[in-house]
């Protein structure tokens, strides 16, 4: 298996590789600077340079066996790791961007990390209680979760709007998975797509022009690896939808927030079979 990270820029309409490795790496974060990607693999988080290089292991103390569920902060200080070392079910932690030993923010478990509020002061995750998927918020510095939806169907992959004002994620609550959006408070719940296809991890843009969504083909169920998918762009209430490429992919390919901080561009991984 080939991991190629790689940066699709909107207004040229072509990708370029950043790194290529023949192990599996998953998930690319743009740093709010813009010089880096933070990419996951093998249970760790490395620093990925854009201008080239190899990538840099990131220090994540005790946890060593994160997910792809993993993020930055608004101001860069901070990075977010949904991670199962110490419990056996993934749990969030913070931890500072430079690396060091993670503070724990759920109690509740398994949780898996996808957004981060504008003002860097909520995250919003997917919470499985009594195996029931729904979309969860808690303060950066913990307490009590905030439940935003009700067993309608499986609820994953939130994200916040550029301006804090909408929580984007996706449901399987009429049947195939498409996707929602709801109020930071649980209001206003409101469809987004009607496609023919599994649509996931809905990514909104940093200049609140675009939805980035990946696409799977309408009987595919969860989000698996090692598939023909599509990236499609739209815009923020779900019009003008577009097929952008297809590529070998899925689960990894941008699981998590992977937009440029100018929104002009977004990071993915492809993946090709040995």
Same mark, same amino acid.
Request: glycine letters at 12%; zero cysteines.
């Given at each position: 298996m080939r991991s190629s990270v790689e940066i699709y820029t909107l207004e040229t309409g072509e990708s370029r590789v950043v790194w290529q490795t023949e192990q599996l790496v998953?998930?690319?974060?743009?740093?709010?600077?813009?010089?880096?990607?933070?990419?996951?693999?093998?249970?760790?988080?490395?620093?990925?340079?854009l201008e080239g290089g190899e990538p840099a292991l990131i220090d994540t103390g005790f946890a060593r066996t994160c997910n792809n569920?993993?993020?930055?902060s608004p101001d860069g200080k901070t990075i977010v790791i949904s991670d199962k070392t110490e419990y056996g079910a993934s749990t969030i932690y913070t931890l500072p961007a430079t690396g060091g030993q993670p503070r724990q923010i759920t109690q509740?478990?398994?949780?898996?990390?996808?957004?981060?509020? %504008?003002?860097?002061?909520t995250l919003a995750y997917c919470g499985i209680r009594d195996q029931v998927?729904?979309?969860?918020?808690? %303060?950066?510095?913990?307490?009590d979760e905030t439940r935003l939806t009700f067993g309608e169907g499986r609820n994953d992959g939130p994200d916040y709007s550029h301006d804090g004002e909408w929580i984007y994620f996706n449901s399987s609550r009429t049947g195939r998975m498409q996707i929602w959006r709801v109020r930071p408070d649980g209001s206003d719940v409101t469809r987004i797509t009607d496609s023919e296809f599994g649509d996931w991890f809905p990514h909104p843009s940093p200049d609140g022009k675009h939805l980035l969504v990946l696409s799977y083909d309408g009987d595919v169920f969860?989000?698996?690896r090692d598939l023909d998918v599509r990236m499609r762009?739209?815009?923020p209430g779900g019009g003008n939808a577009r097929l952008l490429f297809e590529l070998f992919g899925g689960q990894g390919t941008i699981n998590v927030?992977?937009?440029?901080?100018?929104?002009?561009?977004?990071?993915?991984?492809?993946?090709? %079979?040995?």
């Open positions: 998953e998930a690319p974060n743009w740093s709010p600077d813009g010089q880096s990607l933070v990419i996951n693999g093998d249970g760790l988080l490395y620093r990925l340079p569920d993993h993020g930055i509740n478990r398994p949780s898996y990390w996808h957004g981060w509020s %504008p003002d860097g002061k998927f729904d979309i969860y918020t808690i %303060p950066v510095t913990g307490g969860d989000h698996p762009l739209m815009d927030p992977n937009w440029s901080p100018d929104g002009k561009a977004f990071a993915f991984v492809r993946y090709q %079979p040995a």
